[in-house]
Nanobody, 115 residues
Framework: QVQLVESGGGLVQPGGSLRLSCAAS????????MGWYRQGPGKQRELVAR???????NYADSVKGRFTISRDNAKNTVYLQMNRLKPEDTAVYFC?????????WGQGTQVTVSS
């Protein structure tokens, strides 16, 4: 089993920044990819960004140029740097990882962008 602990959510004004972290622990063998999804009010969960163990990334079109995903393989941690936040970025953000092909989800962290 793999446990995921997320941190870094909160309330921020439009144009502001937040950094999310997700640390994986447990029976880790090969965690890849690691990523972030989000689910806004009344919306379906959607992919925000994903990164492989060799650093290949992909982003949702809505966040390209504003968000950056990175990972520290030694710490089994994935980060999401979110800049120039918009009200439409308001959502619960979920960490998502695959370990030997099995999928795991974090508990979610709330990000609210509002003035």
């Amino acid at each position: 089993q793999v446990q995921l602990v997320e941190s870094g959510g909160g309330l921020v004004q439009p144009g502001g920044s937040l950094r999310l972290s997700c640390a994986a622990s447990g029976s880790i063998r090969s965690i890849s990819p690691m990523g972030w999804y989000r689910q806004g009010p009344g919306k379906q969960r959607e992919l925000v960004a994903r990164i492989t163990n060799i650093g290949s990334t992909n982003y949702a079109d809505s966040v390209k140029g504003r968000f950056t995903i990175s990972r520290d393989n030694a710490k089994n941690t994935v980060y999401l740097q979110m800049n120039r936040l918009k009200p439409e970025d308001t959502a619960v953000y979920f960490c998502n990882v695959f370990n030997l092909g099995k999928e795991y989800w974090g508990q979610g962290t709330q990000v609210t962008v509002s003035s």
